[in-house]
Each structure stands twice: as structure tokens, then as C-alpha cells.
């Protein structure tokens, strides 16, 4: 006599468990390796805007003989400014001869002026790092730890909080998750 089961096809409550169980693993190995690389491009971006901050400040030193600046530059007074306006990168200022810009194209219009960034009401836009922070520009003045000056790019890294000591941005050091370039040793 033959007996006849009627076995229903797909999948057991186990089988459904133990797939879930193998993505879940699986998940857990690609998700870091992914997001590592994520947040190494991330820094890699930020280096390589600041270096073109960097090659735009000297191109600018080099065609006017003066450091570019948010406001005036005074290379007698130790300052830290976030690189927001700046728009001596985009448009002639007046009173420097020999501007031959504009040596900067990554920026903000704001009307018909451009800028390096805006930071307002938690809003960002323009040229700010990959985690939406503006750059800063930290100026060493002249007699600085007995020297010429300085003027070095930073980066807060994602948290946004600014963990270099000025020993540190001076030796061109980054510190926790903050990104560091030295831009000039003499102003």
C-alpha cells in the first residue's frame, strides 16, 4: 500500500532562519570593509582640496605679493578663520595689483560674488569638507615660535570638532580625526 504525504513546497521556518543567520553574517563582513573605504575617500577628498587651497594661496602670494585673506591680513596677529568668504580667490580686490585670478573655481556664488563656502542655520554649501564643515586657515605670525609665520589648511574631520593644538598645526600634525596641511613657512 503506498501512502501518500502531502508535503507542501518552500521553505521550513528553519531553513528561513538559517538564511537570515548567513546574511546577517555576511552583512556584518562587507558593511565595515565598505564604510572603511567610504570614510578613507572621504579623507582623500579633504587632502586634496586642501591642496588646492594651499596651490591657490601661493598662486595668489606669488601674482600680488600678499597672502590672500578673509578681511585684512595682518602678519603680525596670530588668527584662525574659517575659510568661508575669501572672495579675494574669485574676484580682484581692490588696492592689489597684479591679481591674475580668479585661482579658485570650487566655491559658492552668493549673488554675483563667489566665495569659498557659506555655513549658516546648519546649511552648507561650496567648498567644505566631505563631512560639511568648513576649512579653517590658521595664521602664525611673524615671531611665531621665533619664526617667519605660517598659514596651515585644516580639516575637522567628521566629528566637526577641532582637536589639533597649535603646536600640533604648527608642526603640521593632524591630531584625532582633524586632517593638517602646511600651506607656507614664511610669510
Given at each position: 500500500?503506498?501512502?501518500?504525504?502531502?508535503?507542501?513546497?518552500?521553505?521550513?521556518?528553519?531553513?528561513?532562519?538559517?538564511?537570515?543567520a548567513i546574511l546577517l553574517v555576511l552583512a556584518g563582513v562587507v558593511v565595515p570593509?565598505?564604510?572603511?573605504?567610504?570614510?578613507?575617500?572621504?579623507?582623500?577628498?579633504?587632502?586634496?582640496?586642501?591642496?588646492?587651497?594651499?596651490?591657490?594661496?601661493?598662486t595668489y602670494r606669488a601674482d600680488t605679493g600678499t597672502w590672500p585673506a578673509n578681511?585684512?591680513?595682518?602678519?603680525?596677529?596670530?588668527?584662525?578663520?574659517?575659510?568661508?568668504?575669501?572672495?579675494?580667490?574669485?574676484?580682484?580686490?581692490?588696492?592689489?595689483?597684479?591679481?591674475?585670478?580668479?585661482?579658485?573655481?570650487?566655491?559658492?556664488?552668493?549673488?554675483?560674488?563667489?566665495?569659498?563656502?557659506?555655513?549658516?542655520?546648519?546649511?552648507?554649501?561650496?567648498?567644505?569638507?566631505?563631512?560639511?564643515?568648513?576649512?579653517?586657515?590658521?595664521?602664525?605670525?611673524?615671531?611665531?615660535?621665533?619664526?617667519q609665520g605660517a598659514i596651515v589648511l585644516a580639516s575637522k574631520g567628521p566629528d566637526?570638532?577641532?582637536?589639533?593644538?597649535?603646536?600640533?598645526?604648527?608642526?603640521?600634525?593632524?591630531?584625532?580625526?582633524?586632517?593638517?596641511?602646511?600651506?607656507?613657512?614664511?610669510?
Amino acid at each position: 500500500m503506498l501512502l501518500r504525504t502531502n508535503r507542501q513546497s518552500g521553505f521550513s521556518l528553519i531553513e528561513l532562519v538559517a538564511a537570515v543567520a548567513i546574511l546577517l553574517v555576511l552583512a556584518g563582513v562587507v558593511v565595515p570593509a565598505i564604510s572603511g573605504k567610504v570614510e578613507k575617500a572621504r579623507r582623500v577628498r579633504a587632502m586634496t582640496d586642501m591642496r588646492h587651497v594651499a596651490e591657490a594661496f601661493n598662486t595668489y602670494r606669488a601674482d600680488t605679493g600678499t597672502w590672500p585673506a578673509n578681511g585684512t591680513f595682518d602678519p603680525t596677529v596670530t588668527s584662525s578663520v574659517d575659510f568661508l568668504l575669501f572672495t579675494c580667490l574669485y574676484t580682484a580686490p581692490t588696492g592689489i595689483a597684479n591679481w591674475n585670478g580668479p585661482y579658485m573655481t570650487d566655491g559658492y556664488a552668493n549673488g554675483t560674488t563667489m566665495q569659498a563656502a557659506y555655513s549658516s542655520s546648519g546649511t552648507t554649501g561650496g567648498l567644505v569638507d566631505p563631512w560639511g564643515h568648513p576649512y579653517v586657515v590658521h595664521f602664525f605670525a611673524r615671531g611665531y615660535n621665533s619664526s617667519q609665520g605660517a598659514i596651515v589648511l585644516a580639516s575637522k574631520g567628521p566629528d566637526g570638532a577641532a582637536d589639533a593644538t597649535a603646536t600640533q598645526l604648527w608642526g603640521g600634525q593632524s591630531a584625532d580625526d582633524d586632517l593638517v596641511m602646511m600651506v607656507t613657512r614664511k610669510l
